[in-house]
């Protein structure tokens, strides 16, 4: 019962002690519109380095500069972590098993943040915890990642928690971000792998991560998609269709 999804190329795997456990029905978010959601949602909790993973068709960009968006709904044990290493996140990976782009609850701070690396790992950056809301909320978490390619040339990762739905929000708006930094250089940005869960590198502690509805998009309107308003507008249409029928039926005997 956990293995739905579009573009997936397998199944979940576990990472480290596993212990994931999937609970119906999946998880809601509304601000002025309502998302469009399906299916259950995951939660791992665990004292060790836990979760799973699983691989998806290659999202890339060869050279030049591309917009993704990356949404999921989540939450956090809202507890500070007792070493540096310890989080709860989402984690988005290259071929070579490399984290890319995560968000979570990292190390010292219970606040969402999102972290980004280059290809190699040797380029990390983390966004200011600031006025993020602790992690500890249920959040709707969008990211919009701006990939551009050239050498040296800055790539530009901007969160929001809670944002309203059904028009692109403005970056200027976003609740956290890292920006003016190079992590990604041509064919540096190449993602085919999510690693959900719990690292713990330091002392045991209890951890816990739940979330549902992750999607990794090219626009805003797929990563944060709301039910059509035709939908909505056929079915009134049916219904007073039926109405009138009665209403003429009645009114004929």
Do not use: C, H
Request: glycine letters at 12%; proline letters at 2%.
């Amino acid at each position: 019962g956990g293995n739905g999804g579009v573009g997936f190329t397998n199944s979940w795997a576990n990472s480290g002690a596993g212990g994931d456990t999937v609970t119906s029905p999946g998880l809601t978010y509304t601000n002025g519109s309502t998302l469009a959601t399906s299916g259950n949602y995951t939660t791992v909790s665990n004292t060790a380095t836990a979760g799973s993973f699983r691989d998806f068709s290659s999202v890339s960009v060869a050279s030049g500069t591309q917009t993704y968006w990356v949404s999921v709904i989540a939450q956090t044990n809202g507890n500070a972590f007792g070493a540096s290493g310890d989080e709860a996140s989402i984690q988005l990976r290259n071929s070579s098993n490399i984290e890319i782009l995560s968000v979570g609850a990292f190390g010292s701070s219970a606040n969402w943040r999102i972290r980004a690396k280059s290809a190699t790992g040797s380029v990390s950056g983390f966004s200011s915890a600031g006025d993020t809301p602790n992690s500890g909320t249920q959040a709707f978490l969008l990211m919009r990642v701006d990939v551009n390619t050239a050498a040296d040339a800055a790539d530009n990762i901007y969160l929001w928690v809670d944002p309203a739905l059904g028009s692109e929000p403005g970056v200027g708006t976003a609740t956290a971000s890292i920006t003016g930094t190079n992590f990604w250089d041509d064919d540096d940005f190449n993602i085919n792998r999510v690693r959900s869960g719990l690292i713990n590198s330091g002392t045991t502690e209890s951890k816990t991560l739940t979330y549902d509805e992750l999607r990794i998009a090219d626009s805003f309107g797929d990563a944060a998609p709301i039910p059509e308003a035709s939908s909505a507008a056929m079915s009134l249409t049916a219904l007073l269709t039926v109405f009138t029928a009665l209403w003429w039926r009645r009114k004929r005997s």
